[in-house]
Protein backbone atom coordinates (compact mmCIF):
# COMPACT_ATOMS: atom_id res chain seq x y z
CA UNK A 1 0.00 0.00 0.00
CA UNK A 2 2.51 2.87 0.73
CA UNK A 3 4.13 1.80 -2.80
CA UNK A 4 1.70 2.79 -4.41
CA UNK A 5 1.39 6.49 -2.35
CA UNK A 6 4.78 6.63 -3.21
CA UNK A 7 4.98 6.25 -6.68
CA UNK A 8 3.36 9.56 -8.23
CA UNK A 9 6.01 11.44 -5.87
CA UNK A 10 8.79 9.55 -7.24
CA UNK A 11 7.72 10.11 -10.55
CA UNK A 12 7.18 14.02 -9.40
CA UNK A 13 11.05 14.21 -8.63
CA UNK A 14 11.91 12.65 -11.68
CA UNK A 15 10.09 14.88 -13.66
CA UNK A 16 11.07 18.21 -12.15
CA UNK A 17 14.73 16.93 -12.05
CA UNK A 18 14.92 16.28 -15.78
CA UNK A 19 13.57 19.74 -16.19
CA UNK A 20 16.55 21.42 -14.86
CA UNK A 21 18.84 23.85 -16.56
CA UNK A 22 22.65 22.70 -16.84
CA UNK A 23 24.99 24.98 -16.31
CA UNK A 24 28.47 24.54 -18.46
CA UNK A 25 31.37 25.44 -15.93
CA UNK A 26 34.52 26.35 -17.33
CA UNK A 27 37.57 27.05 -15.43
CA UNK A 28 40.36 29.09 -16.77
CA UNK A 29 44.56 28.96 -16.21
CA UNK A 30 44.47 31.54 -14.38
CA UNK A 31 41.49 29.20 -11.88
CA UNK A 32 38.65 31.92 -12.29
CA UNK A 33 35.47 30.07 -13.03
CA UNK A 34 33.25 31.13 -16.16
CA UNK A 35 29.67 29.86 -15.92
CA UNK A 36 27.62 29.44 -19.43
CA UNK A 37 23.72 28.57 -20.35
CA UNK A 38 22.67 25.82 -21.95
CA UNK A 39 21.28 28.47 -24.63
CA UNK A 40 24.34 30.18 -24.99
CA UNK A 41 26.51 26.59 -25.33
CA UNK A 42 24.27 25.56 -27.97
CA UNK A 43 24.63 29.19 -29.71
CA UNK A 44 28.33 28.69 -29.37
CA UNK A 45 29.41 25.46 -29.62
CA UNK A 46 26.59 23.17 -30.98
CA UNK A 47 25.61 22.13 -27.12
CA UNK A 48 28.97 20.36 -26.85
CA UNK A 49 30.12 21.95 -23.18
CA UNK A 50 33.49 20.21 -23.29
CA UNK A 51 34.33 22.43 -26.90
CA UNK A 52 33.72 25.62 -24.55
CA UNK A 53 37.36 25.70 -24.06
CA UNK A 54 38.08 27.01 -26.92
CA UNK A 55 37.23 31.13 -27.79
CA UNK A 56 37.82 32.68 -31.36
CA UNK A 57 39.99 29.49 -32.24
CA UNK A 58 42.43 29.49 -29.20
CA UNK A 59 42.50 26.95 -25.85
CA UNK A 60 41.19 29.76 -23.61
CA UNK A 61 39.99 27.68 -20.77
CA UNK A 62 41.69 24.76 -18.93
CA UNK A 63 38.12 22.40 -18.31
CA UNK A 64 34.69 23.07 -19.34
CA UNK A 65 32.09 20.47 -17.67
CA UNK A 66 27.95 20.54 -17.17
CA UNK A 67 27.27 20.75 -13.62
Not at 13 to 40: F, M, N, P, W
Not at 42 to 64: I, P
Amino acid sequence: MKNKKLLPILVCLLLATASCKRTCVCIGYDEQEHRYSEEEVEQLRGGNCANMVYQADTRYLSVCNWE
